[in-house]
């Protein structure tokens, strides 16, 4: 079992699951008490003849269920392998995956503007305190299954990748030190800049960003100066695009943490539908990992 094997060597937790043993045991028990919550809020709601407590006992733990969620998320088994790990049927890894995912999705905020968007004076305080920082802004692509519908192909195909896509985005605090905003799951022909205005809405008008040249023309955004048709660079302007490379390479490295999860970096094989929440959850876990995000205890 892989629950019992993180128990006896802890210090492997990261490795197989992307997060530390410390940070396992807080989110357990966060996931312990918003299930709890759960299940008493619709324990309320039932019109009961017969006493609670009746019903097939869960094979599973909740612990082991967490697990089994984020082991998946880190490592993308077949439902079928993954049920083998567990001691359970594919039916029920799958129906134990899909149940988890929106409460970890409910715990782990994606975002630092996430985080705070519940609270409009956070929120503002938060909007106004990152202006003093130039954010990091990068895209990634993911391929998926092609469509079956010939105009469902057209929609989703890359020319960039030679393939169907999504496509998201990050901004991310200099130094790596935490996501602020991430967009999920625009179409693999998005072009870069047009995803970027539409979050560009959530920041303070002043707010500046730092990107690469698929952003050129976005406003208040610093890009690299492009060579010209024959003409070249001068060194003023190769050792500005080489400052600023030496800047961005800090949400390429949010990008790598990202991918680190394997839902988020090979063909994605679930339902479409479930895209954004999944990944989503995986920029929780990232923050997370990265001591961004503290969970309370």
């Given at each position: 079992?892989?629950?019992?094997?993180?128990?006896?060597?802890?210090?492997?937790?990261?490795?197989?699951?992307?997060?530390?043993?410390?940070?396992?045991?807080?989110?357990?028990?966060?996931?312990?008490?918003?299930?709890?919550?759960?299940?008493?809020?619709?324990?309320?709601?039932?019109?009961?003849?017969?006493?609670?407590?009746?019903?097939?006992?869960?094979?599973?733990?909740?612990?082991?269920?967490?697990?089994?969620?984020?082991?998946?998320?880190?490592?993308?088994?077949?439902?079928?392998?993954?049920?083998?790990?567990?001691?359970?049927?594919?039916?029920?890894?799958?129906?134990?995956?899909?149940?988890?995912?929106?409460?970890?999705?409910?715990?782990?905020?994606?975002?630092?503007?996430?985080?705070?968007?519940?609270?409009?004076?956070?929120?503002?305080?938060?909007?106004?305190?990152?202006?003093?920082?130039?954010?990091?802004?990068?895209?990634?692509?993911?391929?998926?299954?092609?469509?079956?519908?010939?105009?469902?192909?057209?929609?989703?195909?890359?020319?960039?990748?030679?393939?169907?896509?999504?496509?998201?985005?990050?901004?991310?605090?200099?130094?790596a030190k935490d996501i602020v905003e991430v967009e999920v799951g625009a179409r693999g022909p998005t072009a870069?800049?047009?995803?970027?205005?539409?979050?560009?809405?959530?920041?303070?008008?002043?707010?500046?960003?730092?990107?690469?040249?698929?952003?050129?023309?976005?406003?208040?955004?610093?890009?690299?100066?492009?060579?010209?048709?024959?003409?070249?660079?001068?060194?003023?302007?190769?050792?500005?695009?080489?400052?600023?490379?030496?800047?961005?390479?800090?949400?390429?490295?949010?990008?790598?943490?990202?991918?680190?999860?394997?839902?988020?970096?090979?063909?994605?094989?679930?339902?479409?539908?479930?895209?954004?929440?999944?990944?989503?959850?995986?920029?929780?876990?990232?923050?997370?990992?990265?001591?961004?995000?503290?969970?309370?205890?």
């Open positions: 079992m892989v629950f019992d094997y993180i128990q006896k060597y802890p210090h492997r937790t990261k490795q197989i699951l992307g997060i530390s043993y410390e940070q396992l045991q807080s989110l357990l028990n966060c996931a312990i008490n918003r299930y709890n919550e759960i299940k008493i809020k619709q324990e309320s709601k039932k019109i009961r003849i017969n006493a609670s407590g009746g019903g097939r006992p869960a094979k599973l733990l909740i612990q082991e269920q967490v697990c089994l969620c984020l082991f998946y998320l880190r490592q993308m088994p077949t439902f079928q392998v993954l049920g083998m790990m567990f001691g359970v049927s594919k039916t029920e890894a799958n129906d134990t995956f899909h149940e988890w995912i929106p409460i970890l999705r409910d715990i782990l905020p994606s975002s630092l503007l996430e985080q705070v968007s519940d609270n409009e004076s956070d929120l503002l305080f938060i909007q106004e305190a990152l202006t003093n920082f130039r954010l990091l802004v990068d895209s990634l692509e993911q391929p998926i299954h092609r469509p079956s519908d010939q105009k469902e192909q057209q929609e989703y195909f890359s020319g960039k990748k030679r393939q169907h896509t999504l496509k998201s985005q990050v901004i991310g605090l200099p130094s870069d800049i047009k995803i970027f205005r539409k979050s560009q809405e959530k920041f303070d008008k002043s707010q500046p960003f730092s990107g690469d040249k698929a952003y050129q023309g976005g406003k208040n955004i610093t890009t690299p100066h492009k060579k010209k048709p024959k003409q070249e660079l001068t060194q003023q302007q190769k050792d500005e695009n080489k400052a600023l490379s030496s800047n961005r390479i800090f949400v390429e490295h949010l990008i790598r943490l990202l991918k680190i999860f394997r839902i988020a970096s090979q063909r994605f094989r679930l339902k479409l539908h479930t895209y954004e929440q999944i990944i989503l959850t995986v920029c929780g876990l990232v923050r997370l990992r990265i001591g961004s995000l503290i969970l309370p205890t």
